[in-house]
């Protein structure tokens, strides 16, 4: 089970047994002083992309730069 909030890992049952870690709220999932990112997924990059941004198929994209002229880990 995954949530669409933040594509949080909720559940993962294997041979019948929860294998992962959660939460019973959404209040808990996202209070930063309670969870240390128990189920959390990568995200579209994991990586730094250079001066945020590249080019695919001959088009430029540009990207959110949060990390000095970099985008890291696919923006905030």
Known sequence: VVTTYGASLLSL???GQEM???WDKLEDLVDQD????YGATCGRV???ISKAKF???DDEY????NNG???LHGGS
């Open 13 to 15: 049952k294997y041979k």
């Open 20 to 22: 992962t870690l959660n």
């Open 34 to 37: 309670k969870n240390p990112k």
């Open 46 to 48: 994991a990586g730094r």
């Open 55 to 57: 080019e695919l198929n």
């Open 62 to 65: 540009e990207l959110e730069a």
């Open 69 to 71: 002229p970099n985008c």
